[in-house]
T-cell receptor, first 111, second 112 residues
Framework: DAGVIQSPRHEVTEMGQEVTLRCKPISGHNSLFWYRQTMMRGLELLIYFNNNVPIDDSGMPEDRFSAKMPNASFSTLKIQPSEPRDSAVYFC?????????FGSGTRLTVV | DQQVKQNSPSLSVQEGRISILNCDYTNSMFDYFLWYKKYPAEGPTFLISISSIKDKNEDGRFTVFLNKSAKHLSLHIVPSQPGDSAVYFCAASHTGTYKYIFGTGTRLKVLA
């Protein structure tokens, strides 16, 4: 099993640009989560999907953030327009029951 | 409002000694707790968990203790090894939700 796959690993973009982060969960896992890691707040849950349906998006910081899961094997997190304060490591995780498997993360830098 | 708190951002321990990482939570509905370990440039990986029906769970060198009345859990690593140097996150959840709330992490450094 290849695990949870995220792309890109690193993204550097200019303020105001659109950024799309991608995630392929583990096959058979029915829950998918997007987290953001910052020094101040640790791992913050942004949104989670169950069976491709968004269940809780209360952690999405602003309307600039959106997430989709068009099928069981793919999810995107989009930021438009991006701002320097969005700079962080974004993790995707998937789960079948108890506990998550995390991807390696995307380090986003907005300059 | 931080429902899961790790008040020590960092900890240094000598190799062979015990490492104790602490975590406090505020939501009394939480009934399942996990610890994750994270190395640089990698995603967090699951380490050990405990259900609220227990007060201790042990797995090799790692033991998690849960004090429900104090809303406190701790992770003990004995003996500590240099390879244990990482950031440790505690996380909590309650029955009926797939959602885990994570703390801010504690960076452990084990000195050789």
């Amino acid at each position: 099993d290849a695990g949870v796959i995220q792309s890109p690993r690193h993204e550097v973009t200019e303020m105001g640009q659109e950024v799309t982060l991608r995630c392929k969960p583990i096959s058979g896992h029915n829950s998918l989560f997007w987290y953001r890691q910052t020094m101040m707040r640790g791992l913050e849950l942004l949104i989670y999907f169950n069976n491709n349906v968004p269940i809780d998006d209360s952690g999405m910081p602003e309307d600039r953030f959106s997430a989709k899961m068009p099928n069981a094997s793919f999810s995107t997190l989009k930021i438009q327009p991006s701002e320097p304060r969005d700079s962080a490591v974004y993790f995707c995780a998937s789960s079948q029951d108890i506990g998550y498997t995390f991807g390696s993360g995307t380090r986003l830098t907005v300059v | 409002d931080q429902q899961v708190k790790q008040n020590s951002p960092s900890l240094s321990v000598q190799e062979g000694r015990i490492s104790i990482l602490n975590c406090d939570y505020t939501n009394s509905m939480f009934d399942y707790f996990l610890w994750y370990k994270k190395y640089p440039a990698e995603g967090p990986t699951f380490l050990i968990s405990i259900s609220s029906i227990k007060d201790k769970n042990e797995d090799g060198r790692f033991t998690v203790f849960l004090n429900k009345s104090a809303k406190h859990l701790s992770l003990h690593i004995v003996p500590s090894q240099p390879g244990d140097s990482a950031v440790y996150f505690c996380a909590a959840s309650h029955t009926g939700t797939y959602k885990y709330i994570f703390g801010t992490g504690t960076r452990l450094k084990v000195l050789a």
